[in-house]
Nanobody
Framework: QVQPVESGGGLVQAGGSLRLSCEAS????????MGWFRQAPGKERNFVAA????????YYSDSVKGRFTISRDIVKKTVYLQMNSLKPEDTAVYYC???????????????WGQGTQVTVSS
């Protein structure tokens, strides 16, 4: 099964920034919406942001709207998540996955990556 590869996580202080990358090589991800989700310890996996295959439309959860920006480089087959003004509650493992059409439900997505850890200290 083809999996995307997430990277860019790390430890950052509150108010800082990180940029996550999701490399989704292979034709399996062409013409698919790509979504970012996150899961904190002991909690459910929640929707963060999504972007359509051509980058024309993007979607955000209320908790990150105005702070995070999702983008996509079709040539590089990479989706980015720029995270600014980070808060301790953003601490989680961040995953990317694909779906034909946009959805904010994780069970609608397939081809999950291994995730990248983001830790925001107060």
């Amino acid at each position: 099964q083809v999996q995307p590869v997430e990277s860019g996580g790390g430890l950052v202080q509150a108010g800082g920034s990180l940029r996550l990358s999701c490399e989704a090589s292979g034709r399996a991800f062409d013409y698919h919406t790509m979504g970012w989700f996150r899961q904190a310890p002991g909690k459910e996996r929640n929707f963060v942001a999504a972007i359509t295959w051509n980058g024309d439309n993007s979607y955000y959860s209320d908790s990150v709207k105005g702070r995070f920006t999702i983008s996509r480089d079709i040539v590089k087959k990479t989706v980015y998540l720029q995270m600014n003004s980070l808060k301790p509650e953003d601490t989680a493992v961040y995953y990317c996955a694909r779906r034909i059409y946009y959805s904010d439900h994780d069970l609608d997505y397939t081809n999950w990556g291994q995730g990248t850890q983001v830790t925001v200290s107060s």
